[in-house]
């Protein structure tokens, strides 16, 4: 949805299967205790995975899909982790 023009045909009609799908992987981490949501919102928490997620085409094209996937995965596996104090 952030690129212009995007690169699908209807990107409105996948936004809310990707968003069922992100909420449906958050349940099943929070049941068991593997991430902690502090009660925030199901739905705010999928919107915020989907935003983290989201590479400009031109840095992807640049770094290749599999740094951008090992990107990706350290900057939610360091977004979840909670500060020692």
């Known amino acids: 949805m952030r690129q212009i023009p995007p690169d699908t045909p209807n990107p409105s009609m996948q936004f809310p299967k990707r968003l069922r799908q992100i909420k449906s992987l958050?349940?099943?981490?929070?049941?068991?205790?593997?991430i902690r949501s502090y009660d925030a919102p199901l739905e705010?928490?999928?919107r915020c995975?989907?935003?983290?997620?989201w590479i400009p085409a031109s840095i992807l094209g640049e770094v290749g899909t599999r740094a951008a996937l090992i990107h990706i995965r350290d900057t939610m596996l360091r977004g979840v982790v909670s500060a020692s104090r």
């Open 26 to 34: 958050l349940s099943v981490g929070i049941r068991s205790r593997e």
């Open 44 to 46: 705010m928490l999928a």
């Open 49 to 53: 995975v989907i935003v983290l997620k």
